[in-house]
């Protein structure tokens, strides 16, 4: 600043606006939803961009022998039980087989703590082995049943989340943008035939949609980016055809077609730039929708295919070890909630800098 | 006027009321200080510009000021010989409604849509009177007579949205009155009516006063309903009463020079003018008074000692005071002009 | 009133008659049911067989009329995945699965949801509201299955205080119900609050508090039937909320409902079970929406349908 003032060539109205336009860039910074866009950036858009340099271990292909490690902060635990000539089946935890005892002594492992002085495991020893694998720096999320690391499958995780979102919601808001605008701008059939479809659209439950969809055309990435923009064109058709209707009723419009501009040109010059705030500020606010929807698909099973680590997939993989290995599905969901809460903060704040009037939208 | 000489006692007595209202940028100081008393029977006119704290006196009066940013921070409201300020809300419970009542200012809100005006009408009879349903009808078809509403019977079961302004403000005024308080606020009750329908209903009240002997304090910005309705009127600027006194002592001989203004403000029916005559300049941010007398800013005679010092009070005649630095008798700067009162005034 | 009700039951059967013609299209559109129905090695007769038995000789809309028809007489058709079934047995069993998990979730989230509104309204900018606020924000970005393993995960297994998942006793149904509640709750408490933050500050509350109505009545009395009638809007979301929710809710803990059925089903491309619950599906959605109108007519006396 003190630089700023002393420069002989700039005048005090000058410097003044360059203090306002400092002032306000720093009030723009602060009021910027911080922790929200820190976690997007570091859950979502840096892991999603450098997942092949970032991620520690291969996402697809896991070593069997690390299998169901858990997160680097769980110690392995030990316990001790008894030997029996047969172990009860209810006294599981306290006894174990004869034959499994010498198997595992043989193995390497379990150890004697008590009795077996010759050498041979004998029923009332006591033995004491290995509960659970202890977690490591390795793999600090622990992996999954194929032994897979589930940071590394979290950040390519990352990016399919990313990138089926952003080619959803730009072929889904592409279409509903272009089909609310002809509606708006055509009028009389046009308008009642798109808004028709809409409501009958919009009053179907999406999931159940999406899965005849994906059951008609497939599982796979292109379905599940197709089926999402299906399911979300027909709320940016109903906002935008509401936008441009008003857009259309100013004198601009009417001065461009006065002046020769054909149809097509004034929904692209004149009518679509007045739409951008609104567009973009839909598609942040689509953006956590459009996460929750493919995980979902992917969960079910009918959104991307199995080896491929969405963050859906890989909770589906963790539901039946959810009593032995929880993070297993606990670390991608987590995942899920965190981007997509962060998304929605941000798509509220944007909406309430840009466009306020999507408040009830 | 004849209710002044038959009522003598007092049913409300204000002093130093101060209410304030706590925003996380400022302190409003939306009542500063106001003082004033109201005999039983009588109309008190409390008049002022938007915002120069009417209204929250009102809500002070029924200890209604929104919370948690509002709060009455000092002074006294002796209703009935009892400090209400000092009261719990429990017991304010049993002062509101059947001791002090209030008329809001716009009919088409105040009346929740979603209920009968049966339906309202019993609930506020019924706080005072617990009886069996069809003397409590009886009693909500009485009370909508009261008010001229035709045909009460068949009204009962209407929806407020199927009634007309004048009509739901009458009902309003039927709620406000059915627990027979002593005294009514009535907060411009009339300015979101259409303005033959204000006549009425203004008459209505006034009608209801000579048979009840109720006390109302009438707030409005229009000296008009004043000169109209009123005994007593007392006027506010940025939360203070800069001036009281009888209504004809007010009409006739208006010491302050904002009073003034305001009665020259009025536009006559009788007489052609040129032009509205009106008050340059806006009143003070109540989050940010000035230290002195805050119409000085807007006054042709301010002198420095109008800046620098809140002015004490003067009495002009018996119950006649104003607050102005011009009315002592060392004031040095110009003096007021002699008011001239318009004609056509009624007093 | 009647007429306007009478259109809107046209409306609906309109509208389930294109969601009937739509999932009909999918159907077929979803690879070949013989390939279900026939092994690998079927030879020319058993496949032309299989054809005549199931009508697939004919051509597709003698198809469609012929599924119209039957549908007429209230005949679903045979499921192709579960042999010795009809699609109409099948959804018997399971409607009453989904019936009972989706009443009670929506009873939990009423019942939650709006006196927790109405209370983080009164108690406006107090850790209260703030505790409400994150819950409510949660409840938006949490997917339904996220939420349900997790509850399964803390109040099942590490707390040990349900089953983890399947069907039986009450201590079953609990936690999914809980789970498909969640995201109701959520949305409602939000629209809860903020319609009666704006009640509270109208002109009628304050005259019910000068006419010296006890405060609790005039939360209850007064605001909160006022207040009901912006959540209510949503309640007609909240049918596609459940059935949705339910197709994710009975995945995940195993519940033997509708939505379990549908999605084996797809796997299984029956498509005769899918179009059988699809329909259903979309006629007890429709069936809501009119009842929220009726409902909705009847909190605020100000609409009247025409």
Redesign the interface.
Known sequence: MAAVTTSPEVTGVETQQRAGRIAKGYRAVRELPLIPLIILIFLLVIPAMFANQLAPHNQRIGVLDDAKLPPFWVSESFESRTVVQRADKDKLDVEIGLTNARRKVDRGEATILSGGEDGTVDPGDTLRFQANKGGSMEYPLGTDKQGRDILSRIMHGARISLMVSSLAILLGGGLGTILGMLAAYRGGKTDSIIMRIVDIKLAFPSILLALVLVAAIGAGFTTVIVVIAVLLWARYARVVRGEALSIKQQDFIDRARVSGASNVRIMMRHIFPNLVNTVVVLATLEVGHVIILESTLSFLGAGIPAPTPAWGVMVADGRDLITTAWWIFLFPCLAIVLTVLSMNLLGDWLRDKLDPKLRNV | MTAVQTATDTILEVSNLKTYIFTRAATVKAVDGISFNLKKGETLGIVGESGCGKTMTALSL?R?VPR?AGRIVEGEIVLNGEDILQKS?DEM??????QI??I???PQ???????TIGNQLR??LG?AHKENKSSMLSRAVDALRKVNVAAPERRLDD?P?QMSGGMKQRV?GA??M??EPGVIIADEPTTALDVTIQLQYLRLLKEIQAETGLAIIFITHDFGVVARMCDRVAVMYAGRIIEQGEVRDIFSRPAHPYTQALINSVPKLEQSVDRLYSIDGQPPLLSNLPEGCRFAPRCPYASDQCYEEYPSSYQLADGHHADCWALDADWQGTPIEEFVPPTGTAG | MQAYILRRVAQGILAIFVICTVTFALARVSGDPLNVLLPEEASEEQIALIKAEWGLDKPIHMQYLQYLGKLFRGDLGEAIAWPNSTATELIVQRLPNTVKLSALALIVSGVIAFPVGVLVAIKKDTPFDYVGKLFAILGQSAPTFAVGLILMWIFAVQLNFFPTSGSGGVEYIILPALALGYYNVAALMRLTRSSMLEVLDTEYVKLARIKGVPEWKVVWKHCFRNALIVPLTYFGLIGAVLITGSVVIETVFAWPGLGHLVIKAILFRDYVVVQAVVLLFATAFVIINIMVDVLYAYIDPRIRYT
Do not use: K
């Open positions: 029924l209604l948690p809300e419970r049993d002062v509101r409604g059947r009542s209030m809001l200012q716009d809100t105040s009346l929740n849509p979603v209920f609930e506020a706080i929806y949205h309003v709620i406000a059915s627990c």
